[in-house]
């Protein structure tokens, strides 16, 4: 009696556990798991039409935001419940973990059936880990962009005239931008504004410097160690942030402000300019339709011997689950939502910069400049800095900004941090 | 079956399924976490390497940044300490003078901790916040320019104390509950022969309700070092461990690691922090026994 009892329990606890395994990809033929909730409505739409051509039911599901997202994909991998598609939202390190781990599918060979042609390059390149790359990811391209980004400067053209700025001639010189934040200062306008609390953007400014200054060959350098941050040209790197400090171009809480919150800045007149992604064109639509607003290039810095560079490419891409037995089903999804029609309504509906070359033509003139400045994006490298290194780097400009250390200090402890990482390795 | 055997069984029926959903959720996560700190992983590859103590060596003599985060948990826990239970047992002592609306006091005190701490730290950020902050308005308001643009937030002397005040806003309630429920338990007969012996208030809360509460105290005291230390989804909606890293605490870093493919670093992390809030606790609970005798 007593037995059969405790058999009964047994069971009972373990029905809930055994039922829910495997039954998160059945809701649909394909199940896509993205982070976009303002595009939400615009993929459903996409997914309907999709069913109603071939009857291959496609499903969304949000969840937001990006970092509960991101260890939810973490979680189902761990536990086997990835959808048929879904991004992992991590750097190539973390997207080729899921590659060896086997959760992403190559689709080099569909690639290669003319789906490849019509996708701009660079987004595509940064999909694609080639030949004895550092991760020992087997040659191939992984995913797919929907979209393609880049991060300029935004900035307010009645702001500027405000300020006796020409809004038809932004700054182009290093120089010439903060004479325009002395000039806006002045104005009682906060010149500069950006989500500098999230490491990633401060970490993209900085970058866009080192590429000016050091160019390919030398980033690549630093990596490998043969450069090191206390170089004088990453002591420029870092000046930019000193520079930026000096002249009272942060606007108020920059350390400390996400992007969202600098995004409410810029929309509603309260600084100036800001760096953000092309994303910001439906944002700042959202917030404020009548904001009139121009973008520019990071300036150039008189002594940067290289040109000037942007983060950007791909604005987000979608993986494909390898192990998925509707990874067939899947991949067509992709490729038909990649297509020339799906991409030219998916631009039109979001505000974004299609990942599909032939349906860029009909964009506003903001994103159009966007799209021209692709081809100036960084280059996908074949290797990567370590996180802590990037971490220490992001944390200490924040420092620089808030007037806490000089440019030397943090040049000595990003590199004091390279040693460390270099020696963990 | 005999009679003993059956009331076994129907014991056993009984806490079988909370002791099932401890060993699923609590006591299976600890043991794997431990197991986890041991090996070299990213959260996603299916091997893992298996490294000893080598991450716990890391972090003990190597990590002096996780060791600041825990130095920024205790300031925030010395504050609460003081200032937070500080007002909980002055508002405590007030209530339990039977004055009229206790109840509704009780409710307004209690409102706090059973907001979400994401939610009141979105709201307390946009009170801080530099550019529209409410507080900087009032400060203006009163004549005091200087404050026109301060960001709270992102200046080094002000953020994490900013951000403890917000900690003990939303923490006093649950200090307060508890210390009005110890005060009522002291029998009123003890007050009654105090004032008989012509002791006055003071002599009365020193000698009758101070002793009288010293288990409660520990058990608040503990609570609120749990709870400060723990510290995370507030700093995390206020400052995400900025300016430059001067509100980060232990969580965050923890979450910090994890989220970069760092999970067996980040759970020896987790468990350096476990035994020191347990060791933390424990002296807690033996001080109090020796006071209590």
């Given at each position: 009696m007593l037995r059969i009892v405790r058999l009964l329990i047994a069971c009972a606890l373990l029905v809930p556990f055994t039922s829910c395994s495997q039954n998160i990809s059945r809701k649909a033929d394909v199940v896509i798991w993205h982070w976009m909730t303002d595009r939400q409505a615009a993929f459903e739409k996409i997914a309907a039409q999709y069913e109603k051509e071939t009857k291959v039911s496609v499903l969304f599901e949000t969840y937001a935001p990006s970092e509960v997202y991101r260890d939810k994909v973490r979680a189902a991998a761990t536990g086997k419940l990835l959808p048929e598609i879904f991004s992992t939202l991590g750097d190539k390190r973390e997207v080729s973990s899921f590659i060896n781990a086997g959760y992403i599918a190559d689709l080099s060979a569909d690639m290669q059936t003319g789906w490849k042609s019509h996708l701009f390059d660079k987004p595509l390149s940064q999909n694609t880990f080639p030949e004895g790359n550092e991760w020992k990811v087997k040659p191939g391209i992984y995913g797919v962009p929907i979209d393609v980004s880049a991060i300029m400067i935004y900035y307010n053209k009645d702001l500027f005239k405000q300020a006796g700025l020409d809004p038809k001639n932004p700054p182009q010189t290093w120089e010439a931008f903060l004479e325009a934040g002395r000039k806006l200062r002045a104005a009682g306008i906060q010149p500069f504004a950006s989500g500098f609390s999230e490491g990633w953007l401060i970490g993209v400014f900085a970058n866009s410097y080192a590429w000016n200054m050091l160019g390919e060959q030398g980033i690549l350098d630093t990596i490998k160690g043969t450069i090191k941050y206390t170089d004088l040209r990453w002591l420029k790197v870092y000046q930019v942030f000193a520079d930026m400090a000096k002249h009272d171009m942060f606007a108020s809480g920059i350390a400390t402000m996400v992007n969202k919150d600098a995004e409410r800045t810029f929309a509603t007149g309260k600084a100036a300019m800001a760096l953000n992604g092309s994303w910001g064109v439906n944002v700042y639509f959202s917030m404020n339709p009548n904001l009139n607003y121009g973008v520019m290039m990071p300036p150039k810095m008189s002594l940067g011997e290289y040109p000037m560079r942007i983060f950007g490419g791909e604005g987000s891409s979608l993986n494909v689950n390898a192990t998925s037995p509707n990874k067939d089903k899947a991949i067509a999804f992709l490729k038909w939502m990649t297509a020339k029609e799906q991409q030219i309504q998916l631009a039109q509906e979001t505000k974004n910069i299609p990942s599909n070359q032939e349906a860029a033509g009909g964009l506003s003139d903001i994103l159009k400049i966007f799209a021209q400045n692709i081809k100036n994006t960084f280059e996908s490298l074949p290797v990567s800095e370590s996180w802590q290194v990037n971490n220490v780097i992001n944390t200490d400009m924040q420092a620089i900004i808030i007037g806490e250390k000089t440019i030397d200090q943090a040049a000595a402890e990003i590199q004091a941090e390279k040693m460390r990482q270099s020696g963990a390795k | 079956m005999n009679k003993a055997a059956k009331e076994k069984t129907i014991n056993l029926l009984f806490i079988l399924p909370a002791v099932a959903l401890f060993s699923i959720f609590s006591l299976y996560p600890i043991i794997r976490t431990v197991q986890l700190s041991f090996y070299k992983w990213d959260g996603i590859a299916t091997t893992m390497q298996f490294v000893g103590l080598l991450q716990y060596k890391d972090i003990i003599f190597h990590n002096p940044a996780f060791w600041k985060s825990m130095a920024n948990a205790a300031y925030v826990t010395t504050l609460a300490l003081t200032f937070q239970n500080g007002l909980a047992l002055l508002l405590a002592l007030l209530v339990s003078r039977?004055?009229?609306g206790e109840n509704i006091y009780r409710t307004i005190f209690f409102l706090p901790p059973v907001l979400s701490g994401i939610v009141v730290g979105l709201i307390w950020k946009w009170i801080y916040?530099?550019?529209?902050g409410i507080l900087n308005h009032f400060l203006t308001g009163v004549g005091l320019s200087h404050f026109t643009n301060f960001a709270w937030l992102a200046e080094i002397k002000t953020s994490l104390t900013a951000v403890a005040v917000v900690h003990m806003w939303k923490g006093f309630g649950y200090g307060f509950i508890i210390l009005l429920a110890g005060l009522q338990t002291i029998p009123k007969e003890l007050y009654e022969a105090a004032k008989v012996d012509g002791a006055d208030s003071w002599q009365q809360f020193k000698h009758i309700t101070v002793p009288s509460m010293i288990p409660v105290f520990t058990v608040v005291a503990i609570l609120t070092i749990l709870g400060s230390m723990q510290i995370f989804d507030l700093l995390y909606s206020m400052t995400q461990g900025g300016p430059a890293g001067h509100t980060h605490v232990p969580i965050t870093r923890i979450y910090q690691f994890m989220g970069n493919g760092e999970f067996g670093y980040s759970t020896a992390m987790s468990v350096i922090f476990g035994c020191l809030l347990l060791a933390v606790s424990f002296i807690q609970i033996e001080v109090s026994r020796r006071m209590n005798k």
């Open positions: - | 039977e004055i009229r916040d530099g550019n529209y």
